[in-house]
C-alpha cells in the first residue's frame, strides 16, 4: 500500500528542511521526499493534505517504566520518604507488587497509547511485576508493538529484593525472552534493577546466562546511596563491579549515573556502554545533577529517556536544557547541539542497536516511522532552527500529534488511534488502577 501526504513541511531529523512537499510512503519505507510539483503523478493508494503540518521522524524513549501508567492520582501511607530508597520503598516497590497479568497488560497499554500520543515510535522497557513474572515480557511486546503498534524492546528487571525464588523467575523470564529473534519491532536486554539490590552471586548468574551478544538495562548511582553500599559492601564503585561481571557491553544501558566518578566513565567509554539522562525524574526525587558535558565530551553513548515520569520526549528535553543552565548559572549549558546530540541522533543510535532498523531521519529509502505535527511557525524555520521551533513553539507550548506511522502502519490518524478504541480503553484502565491501587501492601 502506498500513502501520499502532500502539501507538507518536513524536517528530516538531521540537516535539511522542505517546504511544500509530498512525502510517499511504500509499504514501511519511505519512498520519496519532492517538491509537490515533481511527485509522479501515479495515484498513490491514498492521499493525505499536510496543510499546516509538520513531519519528523518518529522519537525514541530510551528509558521508561511501563508499568507505572496506572499510578497517576495513586496514594500511599505512609508516605515520608527521607532518601531516594525510601521513595522506593514506600511507592514504587508497592507497586509493582501489586501488579498482576491484567495490570500489567493495561499499564502497557496506556503507556505505549500515551506515547504515541507525544511522537514516540520506539520505547526501550524495564519492567517489575515481582508477583506476575512469568511471560510478562510476552504480555509487553504483545501489547506494545502488535496491539499499539510501536517499536519496543523489553526486559525483566531482576533483583534480590524478593527473594530468590522471584530473582530466578526474573533470570529465567529474561533468557527465554532473549531466546526469541529480534527484528525491526522487537528487541530485548536483561533487566537488573540496581547494584544495590543484588547480590555477586546473582551477577555471576546473569554473567553465566546473558548471551554473548545481549546486555544488561540496569539503574547506575540514580541516588548517592548506591554507590555508597556497592563500596562498603563490595569494595568497589558500581561501573567496576559491572564490568568484573563482564556487563558492560554495547548493548548495556545504564539508566542516570547521577554519581559516578571520572574513572567510571572513562570505562563505560571504553566498553561503549550506553547512559540514559532522566531529567525529570532526576528532579522529582531530588537525587542529584546529571553532568550532561561530561558524558558527551567523554564520547559515551548518552541518551534520553522519561523514567516513566510521562513520555513527552520533547518536554523532557527542554528540561535537560535549562535544568543544565539553572544548576550550573550558566545560559549557554545544555546547549542546542549537546540536546540535538541526545535526542535526535544518540536515542535513535540506541534502538538501532537492538532492532534491525535504522532509525531517526526521514529521507528515501528509510524506515517508515514518521510524525505529524499541528505546527505553523510563526518565524522563519530551517534545519539550522528547527530544534528551537520544537523547543520552543511545541515542548513549551502544545504538542498535538495527529498523525502517527510506524514503518508505515498507522497507529494516529487526525488524533484518533487507528487500530483501538480510546474511550474503551481508558475506562477499563480507570477499573483496573482501582483495584490495582486497593491490593496494594
Avoid at 511501563?66 to 522506593?88: E, H, K
Wanted: proline share 5%; glycine share 8%; hydrophobic share 40%.
Amino acid at each position: 500500500m502506498t500513502l501520499r501526504i502532500d502539501n507538507l513541511r518536513v524536517w528530516d531529523g538531521r540537516n535539511a528542511t522542505f517546504d511544500d512537499v509530498s512525502l510517499v510512503i511504500d509499504g514501511d519505507r519511505i519512498a520519496q521526499i519532492a517538491p509537490h510539483s515533481r511527485t509522479p503523478a501515479t495515484p498513490a493508494d491514498e492521499v493525505l493534505d499536510g496543510r499546516g503540518k509538520l513531519a519528523l521522524p518518529g522519537l525514541v524513549n530510551a528509558h521508561t517504566h511501563l508499568y507505572s501508567s496506572l499510578a497517576r492520582g495513586m496514594a500511599v501511607s505512609p508516605f515520608d520518604p527521607g532518601s531516594f530508597t525510601q521513595i522506593l520503598e514506600q511507592l514504587w516497590w508497592k507497586l509493582d507488587k501489586a501488579l498482576d497479568p491484567e495490570s500489567v497488560r493495561t499499564s502497557a497499554l496506556i503507556g505505549a497509547m500515551e506515547a504515541a500520543r507525544c511522537g514516540v515510535t520506539t520505547l526501550i522497557d524495564h519492567h517489575a511485576s515481582p508477583n506476575a513474572i512469568p511471560d510478562s515480557l510476552d504480555a509487553l511486546k504483545e501489547t506494545v508493538t502488535e496491539g499499539v503498534g510501536l517499536r519496543g524492546v523489553f526486559c525483566y528487571e531482576l533483583s534480590d529484593r524478593d527473594g530468590l525464588d522471584r530473582r530466578d523467575q526474573g533470570i529465567r523470564e529474561n533468557v527465554r525472552f532473549l531466546s526469541q529473534p529480534t527484528s525491526s519491532h522487537i528487541g530485548a536486554q536483561f533487566g537488573i534493577h540496581a547494584s544495590f539490590t543484588v547480590s555477586d552471586e546473582t551477577l555471576e548468574r546473569v554473567a553465566d546466562s546473558i548471551p554473548e551478544d545481549a546486555g544488561v538495562h540496569i539503574h547506575v548511582a540514580e541516588g548517592p546511596e548506591d554507590e555508597v553500599q556497592c563500596e562498603a559492601a563490595h569494595g568497589e564503585r558500581i561501573v567496576h563491579r559491572l564490568d568484573r561481571f563482564g556487563l558492560l557491553k554495547p548493548q548495556s544501558i545504564l539508566a542516570h549515573c547521577l554519581h559516578i566518578n571520572d574513572d567510571e566513565r572513562a570505562l563505560l567509554a571504553e566498553r561503549d556502554a550506553i547512559v540514559v539522562h532522566n531529567p525529570r525524574s532526576n528532579m522529582n526525587n531530588a537525587v542529584g545533577l546529571f553532568d550532561m558535558d561530561a558524558f558527551l565530551d567523554a564520547n559515551v553513548l548518552t541518551g534520553l529517556g522519561t523514567d516513566g515520569l510521562g513520555a513527552n520526549m520533547l518536554a523532557e528535553l527542554f528540561t535537560a536544557g535549562i535544568l543544565q543552565k539553572h544548576s550550573r548559572g550558566n545560559p549557554l549549558a545544555g546547549g542546542f547541539d549537546a540536546l540535538y546530540r541526545l535526542l535526535f541522533v544518540n536515542n535513535p543510535a540506541i534502538a538501532s542497536r537492538f532492532l534491525n532498523a535504522d532509525l531517526g531521519g526521514l529521507a528515501e529509502g528509510s524506515p517508515a516511522d514518521v510524525i505529524l505535527l499541528d505546527y505553523a511557525p510563526p518565524t522563519p524555520l530551517d534545519a539550522g532552527n528547527a530544534l528551537g521551533h520544537l523547543l520552543f513553539g511545541t515542548a513549551v507550548h502544545s504538542l498535538c500529534v495527529t498523525d502517527s506511522f510506524v514503518g508505515g502502519r498507522p497507529i494516529l490518524r487526525n488524533r484518533a488511534f487507528v487500530d483501538l478504541d480510546e474511550e474503551a480503553v481508558y475506562a477499563r484502565a480507570r477499573e483496573c488502577a482501582a483495584s490495582l491501587w486497593k491490593r496494594l501492601g
